[in-house]
Nanobody, 123 residues
Framework: QVQLVESGGGLVQAGGSLRLSCAASGRTFSNYAMGWFRQAPGKEREFVAS????????YYADSVKGRFTISRDNAKNTVLLQMNSLKPDDTAVYYC????????????????WGQGTQVTVSS
């Protein structure tokens, strides 16, 4: 069982930056690939970024590529999402998720989810 808690969301103007953090419970964090997803009101949940167990593989949605960076620190049981050059379309609730297998782009494949943190980008 893994518990995930996101933090770092907030209100920022377009062009600004935020860093989201996800803290995981337990001492088996390195057994999980990690991902970030987001969901805006009235829209489907969408993939943002993912990272493999030892950070050898990273994947990004086309919409955030070049602006967002995913990283992890297995010793601290944390995964981060650095978000730069934010746009109003980035406004959503952001969720951290853990996958026992590969760092895929399909949210249905992930085993554990955090409660989410709100990111709002103003014009």
């Amino acid at each position: 069982q893994v518990q995930l808690v996101e933090s770092g969301g907030g209100l920022v103007q377009a062009g600004g930056s935020l860093r989201l953090s996800c803290a995981a419970s337990g001492r088996t964090f390195s057994n999980y690939a990690m991902g970030w997803f987001r969901q805006a009101p009235g829209k489907e949940r969408e993939f943002v970024a993912s990272i493999s167990r030892f950070a050898g593989m990273k994947y990004y949605a086309d919409s955030v590529k070049g602006r967002f960076t995913i990283s992890r620190d297995n010793a601290k049981n944390t995964v981060l999402l650095q978000m730069n050059s934010l746009k109003p379309d980035d406004t959503a609730v952001y969720y951290c998720a853990a996958d026992r297998n590969a760092p895929g782009t399909d949210g249905a494949e992930y085993d554990y989810w955090g409660q989410g943190t709100q990111v709002t980008v103003s014009s």
